[in-house]
């Protein structure tokens, strides 16, 4: 999945973004309860990456990191039954409860266990719209994301979730333009 590297608050909301995407973007509830009420199929969850590597230098800024350190990363498809609705990219510091934590997740959403944890914080949520290339759309075409960081006593983690046109046709949501 390409990288993303223009972020920016949901507030105030960006006039170029239309208002429909607003729950999809600024709620702060679980995404995945959100997607399985929405779908008209069961919510699948394909995992297509999991594993160390460098961070992209956003990702890393965004965890307050300095200097090149490997994360952990897991990159998930959350579908509306065989089609890719969103794409997840999840970067966590490298800690041995971190990576027990992440190896046990399979193909289980995230989600559902941050969303059980009590003494989970979650940062402010960020947003971008950029056209990007990556297996689950690969031609062109304006993707609209949100980001945030979890922080919880047994992993600090982003999530960045990148909303796949498929959920957008099947929603009727209309496009984004191109956000300044």
Known sequence: MSFFTRWRPVTPWPPSVPRAWQPWLASTDSLTARLSSAMPAPLSVVLTHEGTGL???????????SGRRYMLTR????CCGHTPWVAARS????????????AGM????????????????RSSLEM????CSSTASPDLQPLVGR????????ITLLVQEFFLPPMGMALALPPPG???
Do not use: C, I, Y
Not at 106 to 121: E, S, Y
């Open 55 to 65: 961070p992209a230098a956003d990702e890393q800024h965004r965890l307050k990191q």
């Open 75 to 78: 990159e998930v498809l959350l």
């Open 91 to 102: 970067v966590a510091l490298l800690t041995p409860s971190a990576q027990q934590l992440l």
């Open 106 to 121: 399979g193909r289980t959403p995230l989600g559902h266990w941050l969303f059980t944890q009590p003494d989970t914080v």
């Open 128 to 131: 971008t719209l950029s056209a």
């Open 147 to 154: 980001r945030s960081v979890f922080t919880h006593p047994r």
């Open 178 to 180: 191109p956000m300044r």
